[in-house]
Nanobody
């Protein structure tokens, strides 16, 4: 019953900015780490950024200084603020989260969203 839904993707010009959102919903007890991945055509899925429940972050070297991951635990939502976008950042961006459900509070499972397309082009 737990699901993640991304939003905020779209077409943006090089150098522009976007904010992606990912909201977890359902019978959630607790969420540990949350993260953003991306998958470009012909490439493997790659970690972009991750954040722990306490706010510790980790970024891919390629996006350090450009992207910022944050979360709102009260809303079960993780964000990815993307600045100085480059065409090579074009990809499907996917949210994931390590979540335990009500009724099985100590069993954590990684969930994935369906992805949101980010296209950086003039």
């Amino acid at each position: 019953q737990v699901q993640l839904v991304e939003s905020g993707g779209g077409l943006v010009q090089p150098g522009g900015s976007l904010r992606l959102s990912c909201a977890a919903s359902g019978s959630i007890f607790s969420i540990n780490a949350m993260g953003w991945y991306r998958q470009a055509p012909g490439k493997q899925r790659e970690l972009v950024a991750a954040i722990t429940k306490g706010g510790s972050t980790n970024y891919s070297d390629s996006v350090k200084g450009r992207f910022t991951i944050s979360r709102d635990n009260a809303k079960n939502t993780v964000y990815l603020h993307m600045n100085s976008l480059k065409p090579e950042y074009t990809a499907v961006y996917l949210c994931n989260a390590d979540i335990s459900s009500r009724g099985l509070e100590h069993y954590y499972k990684v969930y994935w969203g369906q992805g949101t397309q980010v296209t950086v082009s003039s």
